[in-house]
Each structure stands twice: as C-alpha cells, then as structure tokens.
C-alpha cells in the first residue's frame, strides 16, 4: 500500500475554508495544509488548527503568496502600478525574468516565513506557493536559496508527475507546471531541500468535469510518498471577495468529507502518509 500526502491549500484565506480543513483534519482525511499568512487573522486561525486532534500525523506548511492582487507583507516580486502583489500571468511571461527583482523576493518570502513562524512557534514543514508562483523561472532560484537558509528542513513542493514522460499527453494546465517543476527540482536537490517524488490534483477548474471522478484518478496517478493538492472550501463573503475559486471548493470538500473519500484510497491502494 502506498503512503501518500493529502495537502489542501490557501489555509486562512478566508474563515470558511479554514474551517472546512480544520474538519477534514480532525475527520483524517488529510494529513498536510498550506498557509496563507499574508491575511489578517493568522494567530487565531494557527491556533484553531494547532488545536485540532487529529487521527493522523499532520504537516503545517507555508502557502508562499507572490500572486494574485493581495497586498505582500513588505514588498511585491516585481513593480505594480498600486503596490499589490502581481497577476499570475506577469509572472509567466517571458519579461518577467527582467522585470523581477530578486531582492524583493527574497524580502517577501523571509517575512511571510517569519509569519509562519511567529503564528506556530516553528518554521514550516515544507513550502509550496499559491498559484504555483515558486516554480516560475524568474522566482524559483530565489525562492530555493531563501527556504534553504531559513527552513534547511522542509521540502519543497515539485507539481509534476512520476514519470516526466506523462507530461507529453497530460492537460495543459498539468503540463505546464510539471514542466516548470523540472527546474525547480534540480534547484531544491543542488540546495539540500527534500522534493515530492510525485504529485496530482491539477485540474481547470472552470471545467465539466466532477471532483468526485477525479479524485480517484488523482489518487492513482501518485507514487508512494507523492502529494494530492485539494482546495476543499465552505463559501463566505470573504472567499467571494479573495478568491475566484469558490463553488468548487464545497465541491471538493464534500467528496473528501464522504465515504467516498475511503472508497477511492481503497480502490487505489494508498493510505495517510
């Protein structure tokens, strides 16, 4: 049986999605989460979580946030014509390795970590980033170096799959993230930093198809020790107001608060990590 990680993701960016984590937590439907710590509320959310039981052994990790329109902690990766942090897309684009300074994003993940560690009393468990912003070219070098020397400790999330070869048919969305992994996983191993041998769970989520259907197919895609990214959810006016991902998260949660949800680890062989 494969142990394999189950990380729902933007952890306090809004009270209901917080709350709905804290539930699947102490539910053990999941054994890792993301934090968002740029948000008002974080000493309060922390504490929820951290006093959460939870039936199996469960890792705090920093959702680094350098996208999306927020406002950053001390200063955005790149020039914003109001200070706010950038459109995924300016990260993206080719110009970015330009446009990008390095020393703010340096600045931006060094106080987003002190965050993290202020709010739990420790540093986090592993890295990732909301719209995958640490595996953009123009951030990822940075983004190694900084958590290698704050967090030695913690692995970095790598968001592509086993076999590197699968990337060829897969999604665009899929495709194009595990093919940025490439480069920051080279970085990360260079750096000392443990990676994820595999992971799953993107999807486009303005698509048709239902999260019931794949879960289960995310679920098999994993190699032992490889990470399922969800983003389980109850809708309020602050998610409305954060986020544009909203109706799917109550999608998500549902199916992971399920019988469901010990039905496909079953049918896939894979158990909590």
């Known amino acids: 049986m494969k142990r394999i990680v189950i990380c729902a993701d933007d952890y306090n960016i809004a009270p209901g999605v917080s709350k709905a984590i804290r539930d699947l937590v102490a ?3 999941l054994n890792a989460t993301s934090v968002m710590t740029i948000f008002p509320g974080l000493e309060h959310e922390a504490k929820a979580l951290a006093d959460t039981p939870s039936p199996a052994p469960i890792q705090i990790g920093l959702h680094l946030t350098l996208s999306g329109g927020f406002s950053p902690l001390v200063s955005p990766p790149m020039v914003t014509s109001d200070g ?5 897309m300016a990260l993206l684009s080719p110009l970015s390795l330009f446009r990008v300074s390095r020393s703010s994003v340096a600045l931006e993940i060094e106080a987003q970590i002190g965050a993290f560690e202020r709010a739990f009393g420790r540093p986090p468990d592993y890295v990732d980033g909301h719209q995958h912003c ?3 070219p ?6 190694v170096q900084t958590v290698a020397k704050l967090a030695p ?3 970095v999330r790598q968001c592509a799959p086993a076999r590197k070869s699968a990337l060829i ?10 093919t940025l992994s490439l480069g920051l996983e080279r970085l990360a191993k260079r750096a000392g930093l443990g990676v994820n041998p595999s992971f799953s769970g993107a999807y486009e989520f303005a698509g048709k198809e239902r999260f019931s259907d794949l879960f289960p197919r995310f ?6 020790g490889g990470v399922v990214m969800v983003h389980p959810g109850m809708i309020d006016d602050v998610l409305r107001a954060r986020d544009k991902l909203v109706e799917r998260r109550e999608e998500e949660y549902s199916l992971l608060a399920s019988e469901a949800f010990h039905d496909a680890m079953k049918g896939a062989g894979a158990t909590l990590a």
Do not use: Q, Y
């Not at 123009?138 to 983004?143: D, H």
């Not at 048919?169 to 595990?178: F, H, Q, W």
């Not at 679920?219 to 032992?224: F, R």
């Open 134 to 136: 640490h595996l953009m």
């Open 169 to 178: 048919s897969a999604d665009n969305k899929t495709r194009v993230i595990g």
């Open 27 to 29: 539910k053990g439907r």
């Open 219 to 224: 679920l098999d895609e994993l190699t032992d």
């Open 153 to 155: 400790k913690a692995w």
């Open 84 to 88: 706010k942090l950038p459109d995924m």
């Open 138 to 143: 123009a951030i990822r070098k940075t983004f």
